[in-house]
């Protein structure tokens, strides 16, 4: 097993992408935050079977996070994080510090206009924006061919996607389905902030998403009604305060009164400071 190498530098990253290029490899990018777990391993796996050359982005955002957010004890790994890059299939690592992205006098933004605004946009005003800016960035850097996404963060992979068309940019984007632990809580670095009773609870999340697809699968059809069980269960699990529970178009990202097509089942909730979200996609037929 190679270790991947690891820049922290533009023209480093940029040397090693256009060798392998060079060399009539295909560029594929993981981009993260480190904190590196099983779901991040499946992205890289993934894009480790379409691309020879697989550009592993760990990157803690800091224009992604609001003032009272997580920015500061977001977990730094970076040795863990390499041994599950080596094992995954990753070439290369870029690990970039934030004076390098952002330098002084930095003031370009890019924003998906609307879409950032709903589901967890609307708790976490600019964070989109910030991941916009930083994954075009990254686009521009590393110039894969294609670069991968998971379904865990539904909204971001839609963003993203939306970008990409609107901006013409060359580089596809593909979503890897959430992987997730024995019980159906999704992998996520934030994970490691719960402590065992709100660990235990974190099952519910999931829980609640299959109780709305069997309701969906019976035949309902109205959305409230769905939300408002949704948000009545989650509500009752304790140490649990609800942000959303919400059923948009994949389309559009708007509301339905009554449910029709492919459908995006969202939610998002707090443990104490802790902020997970799932969600669920379905094809409403008729
Ligand atoms: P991060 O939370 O580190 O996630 C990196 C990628 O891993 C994202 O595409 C995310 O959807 C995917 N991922 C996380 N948990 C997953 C799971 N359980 N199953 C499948 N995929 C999973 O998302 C970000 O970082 C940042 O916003 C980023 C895109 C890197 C921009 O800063």
């Known amino acids: ?41 499946r992205l890289i796996e993934a894009a480790h079977k379409d691309c020879e050359f697989v550009v592993v982005s760990i990157f803690v955002n ?44 930095f003031r370009t933004f890019v924003e998906v206009q609307t879409w950032q605004d709903v589901l967890c946009g609307a708790a976490r005003p600019g964070h ?33 996607s939306r970008m990409v068309r609107d901006l013409d940019v060359p580089v596809e984007v593909r979503t890897i389905p959430t992987v997730r632990e024995p019980d159906g809580l999704a992998l996520s670095s934030r994970n490691r902030y719960l402590d065992p009773e709100q660990r235990l609870h974190a ?39 609800v942000d959303f529970a919400s059923i948009v178009s994949r389309e559009s990202l708007a509301p339905q009164a009554r449910l029709q097509g492919p459908i995006l089942i969202a939610l998002a909730v707090f443990f104490g400071s802790t902020r997970l979200i799932d969600n669920l996609q379905m094809d409403v037929l008729e």
């Open 203 to 241: 099952a519910a999340l999931w829980q609640t998403l299959q109780a709305a697809r069997q309701l969906i699968e019976k035949g309902e059809r109205d959305s409230a009604l769905i939300e408002r069980l949704m948000k009545e269960r989650l509500a009752a699990v304790p140490g649990v305060r």
């Open 128 to 160: 989109f924006r910030g991941v916009c800016t930083v994954v075009l960035k990254l686009f521009h850097i590393a110039r894969p061919e294609v670069a991968f996404f998971g379904q865990k963060d539904a909204q971001q992979a839609l963003i993203l």
């Open 62 to 105: 800091p224009t992604q996070f609001g003032p009272k957010e997580d920015f500061h004890r977001y977990p730094r790994t970076l040795d863990e994080d390499r041994d599950l890059c080596a094992r995954a299939g990753a070439a290369a690592i870029f690990a970039p510090d934030a004076a390098i992205m952002y330098p002084p006098g």
């Open 1 to 41: 097993m190679t270790l991947p190498i690891i820049c922290d530098t533009i023209p480093d990253i940029r040397k090693a992408v256009d060798t392998a290029r060079r060399a009539g490899k295909r560029i594929g990018l993981v981009p993260t935050m480190g904190a590196l777990h099983d779901g991040h391993a």
